[in-house]
T-cell receptor, first 113, second 112 residues
Framework: GNSVTQMEGPVTLSEEAFLTINCTYTATGYPSLFWYVQYPGEGLQLLLKATKADDKGSNKGFEATYRKETTSFHLEKGSVQVSDSAVYFCALSLNTGFQKLVFGTGTRLLVSP | DTAVSQTPKYLVTQMGNDKSIKCEQNLGHDTMYWYKQDSKKFLKIMFSYNNKELIINETVPNRFSPKSPDKAHLNLHINSLELGDSAVYFC???????????FGPGTRLTVL
């Protein structure tokens, strides 16, 4: 089946620290991969995406590279801010058939000043 | 200009009642979805409609009935509400699998 595994949270960092949130996936076929962010009390926002192997998605200083050989899509940011505190979800969508998103369990990031 | 909107934002009701949540998107997308987020933040697909036609139904109890009057709207009606239905329900829409889905702000349902 199709599934996404994320590292357990919470991840607690000081401002300006380097961030990595690990994400690996299992999929039949070749999925598109996504990171969504959910700020407290809000809905999900698409943060970045990659649709094929070796693609790098980037947005707001966050990056993730689609690694087919390790079936991974780790999220990174060089210098986090307090405003990055949120829950981050890794997700996949198959490129054939119907397009439901399969989500990981989410990783809460807490950034302190 | 809200892309995907849901009403109501909060819904508090008694067990056994029937309630509806409405969703509208102005993105011109063909496909709409309902997801359920539980208390541990886990998100799971419930339904998907493509051009008003049901295409995904993920073993959701038949107390839940989606309805899509047109491709810009997807409503969710829930009969005989149970305590376990308490969750945040998100509507989303998409045009294809590579551009991702766009989510509404969510409806927090609390069943007492």
């Amino acid at each position: 089946g199709n599934s996404v595994t994320q590292m357990e949270g919470p991840v607690t960092l000081s401002e300006e620290a380097f961030l990595t949130i690990n994400c690996t996936y299992t999929a039949t076929g070749y999925p598109s991969l996504f990171w969504y962010v959910q700020y407290p009390g809000e809905g999900l926002q698409l943060l970045l995406k990659a649709t094929k192997a070796d693609d790098k998605g980037s947005n707001k200083g966050f990056e993730a590279t689609y690694r087919k050989e390790t079936t991974s899509f780790h999220l990174e940011k060089g210098s986090v801010q307090v405003s990055d505190s949120a829950v981050y979800f890794c997700a996949l969508s198959l490129n054939t058939g119907f397009q439901k998103l399969v989500f990981g369990t989410g990783t809460r990031l807490l950034v302190s000043p | 200009d809200t892309a995907v909107s849901q009403t109501p934002k909060y819904l508090v009701t008694q067990m056994g009642n029937d309630k509806s949540i409405k969703c509208e998107q102005n993105l011109g997308h063909d496909t709409m979805y309902w997801y359920k987020q539980d208390s541990k933040k886990f998100l799971k697909i419930m339904f998907s409609y493509n051009n008003k036609e049901l295409i995904i139904n993920e073993t959701v109890p038949n107390r839940f009935s989606p309805k899509s009057p047109d491709k810009a709207h997807l409503n969710l009606h829930i009969n005989s509400l149970e305590l376990g239905d308490s969750a945040v329900y998100f509507c989303a829409s998409s045009q294809d699998s590579v551009r991702g889905q766009f989510f509404g702000p969510g409806t927090r349902l609390t069943v007492l």
